[in-house]
C-alpha cells in the first residue's frame, strides 16, 4: 500500500533525513508520531506532501518520499491552481493508493481534494475546524483589540479584525472539503456533528491520536513537588486559545493568591525593547494592556518555545493546567496534562466534555464564564495531598490506556482498507457515493 500525507509542516521523519536524527517538529506531533509508527511497524510507503516557506523540495529514502511546496506566512484565502497542478502531479507520478489530509484549516486541503478527484481516494483527519472557529475569534475582546492595529499588523495586513475574517473566508474552503469527502476521520462527538451537518453522506471513522511518549513514561504530577498557586497555559498566541480570558482569571485569583503566577509558552506581550514593539501585533498590544492594568506585571511569563521535554516539565509543575480555549476539538496538550496527572481546568466547548467524560465534567467552565474558572481553581489550590486529587489520577489512567500504539495503528489502517475498498467498489460500480 502506498499512501501519501498532505501537511502543513515537514514531519520529523522527513526532516531528520534532511537536517540529521537532532531534528525536531513539534507542530501536528499527532500525525507526525503516526508517520513514525507507519514507516516502523508497516510495509507501507509513505509519501509526505508537506508545506514550507523555503519552497519546494524533494528526496527519497527507502519507503519514505516527499515533496514540499511554498507555504505563505499569511494563509491563503483562496485556492491556488499552480498548488493544486502541482499536487496533482505528484499524484501521477507516485500512483498513492490512498491520500490522508491532515486538518481542513487551510485551502490545500480542497485543492488536494480536486487535484485527486478520479485519481486516489482520499480521507480527511479532522483537527481544528476553522469555520467554527471563526465564530468566536474576537469573543470576549474590547473593540479597541479588534479594530486596532501596530506597525506589525500594518506591515502584513494582518490585525484581528483581518484574521477573522481571512478564517470565515478560509472556513468557506473547509465547508466545500467536507462536502466534496467521502471519508473523514474524528475523534469527538462534536466533530462528528459538525461533518454530518455539512455532509450526512461522509463516512466518518473513529480513531484516536497519539501522543509523544515522553508523557506516558516516567514521574506523574504531585502535589509536593509542584509550584504552589502555579498555572500553566501550553498556547496563547492567538485569541483563539483565551489568553485575554486568562488574564481576568489571574487578576480575580490575585485577591484571594497574591502569588498566584502563570506560565505560558511563545513570545512575550509585553514588550521590553523597541525591536519588540515593532513585533508586537494587536492581540499582544491588548494583552499587555490588560496586564499593566490589572496589575499582573510579576504575575505572568512567557517561557519561550519548548520541546516536548521542557512542556513535560511545566505539566508537572503546575499547581493547575488552565486550558481557556474559546473553541478546541480534541487538545492534545490537555490529553498529555491528563497523561501525567496534573490537575486541569479547561472550558466546556468543542470535543473537550468527550475527552474528559463524565468523572472530569466537574472540572468544566463555559468560555465567558471566569467566575466558575476562579473558583473551580480555588478548590484545586486548597487540596492537599492528604485530601486526595483522585479524580485526577483516575482521569490520568483513562488517558493513558486509550494511547495504546498498536491499538491506534491498527485503527488507522483499518481506516485506510476500508476507504480504498469503498472506492475501488464505487469505480466498479459507477456508484458515485
Avoid at 515533496?67 to 506566512?73: M, R
Wanted: proline share 3%; with cysteine; net charge positive.
Amino acid at each position: 500500500m502506498k499512501v501519501m500525507y498532505l501537511t502543513g509542516y515537514m514531519p520529523g521523519c522527513v526532516g531528520k533525513l534532511i537536517y540529521g536524527g537532532e531534528y525536531a517538529n513539534d507542530t501536528g506531533a499527532w500525525a507526525q508520531a503516526l508517520a513514525e509508527l507507519i514507516i516502523r511497524d508497516t510495509d507501507i510507503e509513505l509519501v509526505c506532501v508537506y508545506g514550507d516557506r523555503r519552497g519546494r523540495v524533494s528526496g527519497r529514502r527507502g519507503r519514505l518520499s516527499w515533496y514540499a511546496f511554498h507555504a505563505p506566512k499569511v494563509a491563503d484565502t483562496a485556492c491556488d491552481r499552480k498548488r493544486q497542478g502541482f499536487f496533482k502531479d505528484i499524484i501521477l507520478q507516485e500512483k498513492p493508493d490512498l491520500v490522508h489530509i491532515w486538518g481542513t484549516e487551510y485551502v490545500w486541503t480542497l485543492e488536494m481534494l480536486r487535484a485527486a478527484e478520479g485519481l486516489a481516494p482520499c480521507v480527511i483527519s479532522l483537527q481544528g475546524l476553522i469555520s467554527a472557529c471563526a465564530k468566536v475569534y474576537t469573543k470576549g475582546l474590547m473593540s479597541e483589540a479588534v479594530s486596532g492595529r501596530t506597525f506589525h499588523d500594518m506591515v502584513r495586513g494582518d490585525g484581528i479584525a483581518e484574521t477573522a475574517r481571512r478564517f470565515a473566508l478560509r472556513g468557506e474552503a473547509e465547508k466545500e472539503a467536507l462536502l466534496r469527502a467521502k471519508a473523514v476521520i474524528g475523534r469527538t462527538s462534536w466533530d462528528r456533528s459538525v461533518v454530518c451537518a455539512i455532509n450526512p453522506d461522509a463516512v466518518y471513522h473513529r480513531c484516536e491520536e497519539l501522543i509523544r511518549p515522553v508523557f506516558l513514561k516516567g514521574r506523574r504530577w504531585s502535589y509536593e513537588e509542584c509550584e504552589k498557586h502555579s498555572l500553566f497555559m501550553s498556547q496563547a498566541s492567538y485569541p483563539i486559545k483565551g489568553m485575554h480570558m486568562a488574564l481576568e482569571i489571574v487578576r480575580r485569583l490575585k485577591e484571594s493568591y497574591p502569588d498566584v503566577h502563570l506560565y505560558t509558552t511563545g513570545r512575550s506581550a509585553v514588550c521590553k525593547s523597541m525591536s519588540d514593539r515593532l513585533r508586537q501585533n494587536s492581540y499582544e498590544r491588548y494583552l499587555s494592556r490588560r496586564i499593566s492594568e490589572y496589575s499582573l506585571d510579576d504575575n505572568v511569563t512567557w517561557l519561550g518555545h519548548l520541546d516536548a521535554a521542557g512542556m513535560r516539565e511545566q505539566y508537572l509543575k503546575a499547581n493547575v493546567f488552565l486550558l481557556p480555549s474559546l473553541v478546541e476539538n480534541s487538545s492534545n496538550s490537555l490529553t498529555e496534562a491528563m497523561a501525567l496527572d496534573t490537575p486541569f481546568v479547561a472550558t466546556d466547548t468543542g470535543g473537550t466534555p468527550d475527552m474528559v467524560g463524565d468523572a472530569g465534567r466537574g472540572r468544566l467552565f463555559e468560555p465567558d464564564d471566569t467566575k466558575r474558572a476562579v473558583m473551580l481553581i480555588d478548590e484545586i489550590f486548597k487540596q492537599k495531598e492528604a485530601e486526595g486529587f483522585e479524580d485526577f489520577r483516575r482521569l490520568g489512567e483513562m488517558a493513558r490506556a486509550s494511547h495504546n500504539e498498536k491499538k491506534i495503528l491498527m485503527q488507522y489502517m483499518n481506516c485506510y482498507e476500508d476507504v480504498i475498498r469503498k472506492d475501488t467498489y464505487r469505480k466498479s460500480t459507477g456508484i458515485k457515493k
